[in-house]
């Protein structure tokens, strides 16, 4: 499937302003930890307050206290079997973040081809 999965995150940090944030962390998944994507589970590009960010995360130039980041994951499922989902988690490394409201997920049709 060319399904697309976005999760836009507002992070702060004060003392160390995201210094060692490695975004490409990111997954989503079970509770138990089974990614929605058993080829990429890893975001497949994500962008710190509007500009890409590489494997090796933050650069010292893009620290800051307040951060928005935009995570963008292919999905193996079709948009209607996403929001259908209950048990979705985001996770960081091996621990996990916040439960994940499909329900309340805005749906977006690509264009073309």
Known sequence: ??????????????NYKHRGLKPYVFHVASD???SLNSQLPIPKSVLVNGVPVGLNGLPVYQLAETVDID??????RTADQVVQLQDVYLWYFNQQLFHLD???AQVVKKEGP
């Open 1 to 14: 499937s060319d399904e697309e999965i976005r999760i836009s995150l507002h992070g702060k940090d004060v």
């Open 32 to 34: 138990k930890g089974t």
């Open 71 to 76: 995570l963008t994951f292919d999905s193996e």
């Open 102 to 104: 499909f329900n309340q």
